[in-house]
């Protein structure tokens, strides 16, 4: 396995891991939490209970658990948090295709959301074998960034049937989608990328300029690179998004 | 005033129904048994049928409005949450597909009384004369039954009542100016200003948006949080749950929630006598009615005229011709992303704020019939790290980097014509929902003249945004606001219901809401189907008992009825004249 060092994100001056903290991003020592006596009594306590309280397993079996808990770390990894500041991601996935909550439909060449998943850990499985005769899990973090990168970039390495049955490029979406619903609903997320949260019945009163209010703090900017050990630190287009053009779910306007 | 403006910084009252922090109602509406026969059913209480309750309901008839979803405390239910908001919108399931399949669930519409206006941006721009008339000027689309000017009446009065801010002087279509004065920028609006400014391209900073930019009665004013598609919490934005519903209830209309209608009932051939309904247990229902509504959005309206098909209509109700579900549409909604060095932190301000029209209009130079509006937008983290996935291929390390750099992005939309086509169509899917209802499959496909127009639209937008100084631009391509699939004409032929609404092949059976609408053009659908419901509910009440007894269909379009709009409309809060 990779030494613990290089799953961790890179100053490029010195070329040295930056050390694990409590808070990445930009925005030291801002807390969204710090505020919530000035939220209003039903966001308070919803927020409040997404950080208290995380929803047991109970859709993925013991034996998918592993895989999908080791597939979400490279989707959306968390190697530069302190462990007891990681965000949890399974249990809501987990908790979502245990309620059944969909969004609201299916794309015709897609099974429902939860043989979507079953089938996409096979998929992900058979390819990790196909291309390193390996479990996922047992794969250094490069190895399975290769194998998620070839179903980001549509490739169809091994899982033919599988693939045959439902979109991969389909598939990544759900993922990935799933993945940052989980994460950047979570407060530490916020203070993280030094998003406001909640602002009522307070109200936003510095609109313009990027200005922050009394409560939030100024940007902080540092260098960092993705570490050594990792493949989705830059951004490639995925293949097929000119002739099927790829759109998130999330509505604007 | 009594009460200190922003009441909610007391505990939420748990012994009234909260439409906001300051507009209280008692809990409980009218109740009819099922057997008692009502005036009007309406299927839906949204955008449209939230304004037909009000109107029926004051003008003396016996209303329920049937509802799929809950009737909103917005005290108690609602949260200035992304994820938390989930439930706002329709989740149920639909199948999607075709060439260009469309992203449904929260990218598209409500359940719940207010529907979509609960989670709508609240742009409220009115549509052109231009739109009324697209088959006689570019001959593609349609044209439609009725001209701007019929409707101008009602975009003014529904401009009052619910009241929308903007600019006292609006350039586009037929140029007009607003009630209430417009909003303070946020950074977006910032930028989309700028870069407009840079290229000579006339912005319009403010609005128009159904967002109170001054108290008005038991609503305050905008507190600029962000939250507007997570539904207002402070009751600044438009919904029909906080503007119209409340004065129905006043006068005696029934608010049932968390029922699904399933089927419209026919009497005999030619006349509806009711609906059937699951309520919340799942237990069957048959509601009596002298006249049906439906009003349950471009999906779900076709849906429940397809589902009602029965001996002597075996294609589905109103369907002779062939063109229910049929001509649906959606506008182009490609956001273009521009990443700022200097800080923009777009949650602030309201998303809608600022606008352009200037290419709504067919220009030949461009290649392609009609055109495109531009509008600022602000995704919350969520969504925008959805469209940072789809933009910029993000994942793993570099999705992570992106969100910590979401406060230098500025996002804009393009809000593009797309034209009614034939085979663009809601039809019913093999899958069942939890009542067993079949649910809707929608097709969509793009034509050459939507992709001349997307492609010209996201070049000008990006344009923009590099003229504003973005060093980094992308777009994702998406689709925002179905309409169609029940539209209205003079021929039976090739259209489903006449210019008040009224289905052709069955007299007391009416559609109300966003399907009706021949063609969309680039404005926010939002003020028009309000303004349509508000015209519609004008003529059933001028029509009177002749509604529920006779198959006459007569076509004198009825005196607009001020006396109707919502009480003190004309006098409450700061209007900039009277
Ligand atoms: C994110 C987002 C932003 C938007 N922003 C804007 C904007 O800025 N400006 C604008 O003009 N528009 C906007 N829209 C679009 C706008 O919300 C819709 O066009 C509008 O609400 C449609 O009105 P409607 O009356 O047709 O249907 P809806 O408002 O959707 O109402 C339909 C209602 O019927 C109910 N219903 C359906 N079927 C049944 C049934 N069988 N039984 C019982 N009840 C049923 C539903 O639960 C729903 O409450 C936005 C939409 C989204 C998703
Ligand atoms: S920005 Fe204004 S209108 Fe939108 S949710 Fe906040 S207070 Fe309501």
């Known amino acids: 396995m990779a030494e613990d060092q290089e799953l961790l994100p890179v100053d490029p001056q010195s070329g040295k891991p930056i050390p694990r903290t409590k808070q990445p991003g930009y925005y030291p020592r801002y807390s969204t939490l710090s505020q919530k006596k000035f939220w209003d009594a039903t966001t308070r306590k919803l927020i409040e ?16 658990l592993p895989l999908i808990t080791a597939v979400t770390s490279r989707v959306l990894p968390q190697d530069d948090r302190l462990a007891e500041y990681r965000i949890p991601i399974v249990p809501w996935i987990d908790h979502r295709l245990f309620e059944n909550e969909i969004d609201g439909y299916r794309f015709e060449d897609m099974p429902d959301d939860r043989e979507a998943y079953r089938l996409g850990l096979q998929a992900i499985e058979q390819t990790a074998h196909a291309m390193y005769a390996k479990l996922f899990v047992e794969l250094e973090p490069l190895d399975q960034d290769a194998v998620l ?105 | 005033m009594k009460e200190p403006l922003f009441g909610a910084f007391r505990q939420a009252r748990s012994d009234v129904h909260n439409l906001g922090p300051l507009q209280r109602i008692a809990k409980g509406t009218k109740q009819y048994r099922d057997d008692e026969e009502v005036d009007y059913v309406i299927v839906g209480l949204g955008s449209a049928g939230g304004v037909l309750l009000q109107r029926l309901a004051k003008a003396g008839f016996k209303v329920v409005g049937i509802e799929a979803g809950p009737f909103w405390d917005t005290e108690l239910d609602w949260v200035s949450d992304e994820k938390g908001s989930h439930k706002l919108y329709w989740n149920d399931l639909r199948i999607t597909g075709g060439t260009d399949p469309l992203s449904l669930g929260e990218n598209n519409s409500g359940k719940g009384v207010g529907g979509g206006s609960v989670h709508w941006a609240a742009f409220a721009p009115r549509f052109h004369p231009s739109d009324f008339r697209v088959y006689t000027e570019d001959g593609v689309g349609a044209d439609w039954p009725i001209s701007y000017d019929e409707l101008k009446p009602y975009y003014e009065l529904l401009e009052r009542e619910i009241p929308v801010a903007g600019p006292a002087y609006f350039p586009w279509g037929d140029p007009h100016g607003y009630p209430y004065g417009p909003h303070p920028l946020g950074a977006v609006g910032d930028v989309l200003v700028k870069g407009c400014t840079k290229l000579g391209i006339r912005v319009c900073a403010g609005g128009p948006v159904a967002i109170l930019s001054g108290s008005h009665g038991n609503r305050p004013h905008c507190i600029y949080r962000g939250f507007c598609i997570q539904g207002c919490k402070v009751g600044a934005k438009a919904s029909t749950l906080i503007t119209h519903v409340p004065e129905a209830i006043r006068y005696g209309a029934e608010v049932r929630e968390l029922s699904m209608v399933s089927r419209v009932s026919m009497r005999n051939r030619d006349r509806v006598n009711g609906v059937f309904y699951f309520d919340r247990e799942g237990r069957e229902h048959f509601q009596k009615a002298k006249a049906v509504i439906v009003s349950g959005y471009a999906i779900e309206t076709p849906r429940l005229l397809l589902n009602s098909a029965c001996p002597g209509h075996e294609h589905g109700l109103s369907n002779g011709s062939g063109t229910l579900g049929r001509y649906l549409m959606a506008q182009a909604g490609n956001v273009v992303l521009g990443r700022f060095a200097d800080l923009i932190r777009m949650y602030k301000a309201p998303p809608a704020h600022a606008l352009s029209e200037e290419f709504y209009e067919t220009d030949p130079r461009r290649g392609f019939a009609r055109g495109f509006a531009i509008q600022t937008v602000a995704p919350l983290p969520i969504a925008f790290a959805k469209q940072m996935m789809a933009a910029k291929g993000a994942w793993g390390w570099g999705m992570r980097r992106v969100l910590m750099d979401y406060n230098h992005w500025a996002t804009l939309g393009v809000l593009g014509e797309i034209l009614p086509w034939e085979d663009n169509r809601v039809e019913i899917a093999n899958e069942k929902d939890q009542f067993g209802i079949p649910v809707a499959k929608v097709t969509f496909n793009l034509h050459e003249n939507d992709k001349k127009m997307i492609a010209f639209g996201v070049k000008k937008v990006t344009e923009i945004m590099r003229a504003a100084g973005a060093e980094e631009v992308v777009q994702e391509s998406r689709y925002a606001h179905l309409v169609g699939a029940c539209r209205m004409g003079s021929d039976p032929r090739d259209s489903v219901v006449d210019k008040f609404g009224r289905t052709h092949e069955i007299a007391n059976l009416f559609v109300c809401d966003g399907s009706i609408l021949p063609t969309q053009g680039s404005a926010n659908p939002g003020l028009t189907i309000q303004a349509l419901a508000a015209r519609t509910a004008d003529y059933l009440i001028s029509q009177g008992e002749r509604i529920f007894t006779s198959d006459r269909r007569d076509m004198t379009t009825p005196p607009i009825r001020y006396s109707l709009a919502v009480e003190d409309s004309f006098t409450k809060g700061v209007p900039r004249f009277v």
């Open chain 1, 149 to 253: 990168k070839t179903i980001h970039d549509g490739e169809k390495r091994a899982a033919h049937e599988i693939w045959s049955r439902m979109s991969v490029d389909r598939f990544w979406h759900l993922l990935v989608q799933d993945c940052v619903s989980a994460y950047y609903s979570h407060p530490w997320a916020w203070d993280e990328i030094g998003y406001g949260g909640p602002a009522y019945p307070r109200a936003y009163t510095r609109l313009e300029n990027g200005l922050p209010e009394p409560w939030e703090v100024d940007e902080q900017r540092y260098e960092w690179q993705a570490p050594a050990s990792s493949l989705s630190g830059a951004y490639d287009q995925q293949a097929g998004a000119t002739d099927k053009p790829v759109h998130g779910q999330g509505g604007t306007h």
């Open chain 1, 49 to 64: 209970e997404r950080v208290a309280n995380i929803p047991p397993i109970r859709f993925f079996t013991q034996a998918e």
